[in-house]
C-alpha cells in the first residue's frame, strides 16, 4: 500500500517563507506526476503547481515567481519551496501523486493518491 505523508506547514509572517514536503512510502511503485492544491476555509481546493515526470513545470498565476515545486525521484519525495508568503496563501495544502504500483514486474494500477494535507499559516 502507498502512502503520503506531509510535512513543512506552519505558521509565517507575511514575506516570509516554507519548505513543504511530501514523502511517498511503500513497495513496488513508480511516481509519474506530483502536484501540489490548496484549499482556504468556504473555497473549493486549487492546484498550486505541478511536476511531471520528466521535470516540466506548471504554476497557479497567483503563485507564480514565489513558489517552487521539485522532486526527487530516488527519495520518492517532492517539494513545494514557498517565498515571499501572503495572507491569502493561508490554507490546508495537499500533494497529490499519479502512482504505478507494481507486482512481480507488472503494473497493477495507476491511481492518485492524496496527502493528509498540512496547514500553512500566514499571519503577523
Known amino acids: 500500500q502507498v502512502q503520503l505523508v506531509e510535512s513543512g506547514g506552519g505558521l509565517v509572517q507575511p514575506g516570509g517563507s516554507l519548505r513543504l514536503s511530501c514523502a511517498a512510502s511503500?513497495?513496488?511503485?513508480?511516481?509519474?506526476?506530483m502536484g501540489w492544491y490548496r484549499q482556504a476555509p468556504g473555497k473549493q481546493r486549487e492546484l498550486v503547481a505541478s511536476i511531471a515526470s520528466g521535470g516540466s513545470t506548471n504554476y497557479a498565476d497567483s503563485v507564480k515567481g514565489r513558489f517552487t515545486i521539485s522532486r526527487d525521484n530516488a527519495k520518492n519525495t517532492g517539494y513545494l519551496q514557498m517565498n515571499r508568503l501572503k495572507p491569502e496563501d493561508t490554507a490546508v495544502y495537499y500533494c497529490?501523486?499519479?502512482?504505478?504500483?507494481?507486482?512481480?514486474?507488472?503494473?497493477?494500477?495507476?491511481?492518485?493518491?492524496w496527502g493528509q494535507g498540512t496547514q500553512v499559516t500566514v499571519s503577523s
Open positions: 497529490n501523486a499519479l502512482i504505478a504500483v507494481f507486482r512481480a514486474g507488472v503494473t497493477v494500477s495507476q491511481r492518485g493518491y
Open positions: 511503500g513497495s513496488s511503485f513508480s511516481i509519474n506526476a
